[in-house]
């Protein structure tokens, strides 16, 4: 279980979401690469970010924040 989600625009136009519930945080099997390697195949114009996070590890929301900035889509 990851502590973010990726849900796909509906319809072409419509935004992609990207949910991040919960402490962000590295752990056995989910880290910032498997995020970075998902985001990158959003194929959308607009990511809409709903977060609801106690706080959590700087390092990969960095890496959060760092892929956000380089995706084409505007966030």
């Known amino acids: 279980m990851s502590f973010w989600e990726i849900k796909a625009a509906a319809k072409k136009g419509e935004p992609a979401e ?9 752990w056995l099997d989910v880290d910032s690469r498997k995020f970075t390697s998902e985001l ?34 505007s966030v």
């Open 40 to 73: 990158k195949a959003v194929d959308s114009d607009h990511i809409t970010v709903r977060i609801n996070s106690g706080g959590g590890s700087v390092f990969p929301a960095q890496a959060i924040l760092s892929s956000l900035r380089r995706h084409k889509a």
């Open 18 to 26: 990207l949910l991040v519930y919960g402490d962000i945080g590295e």
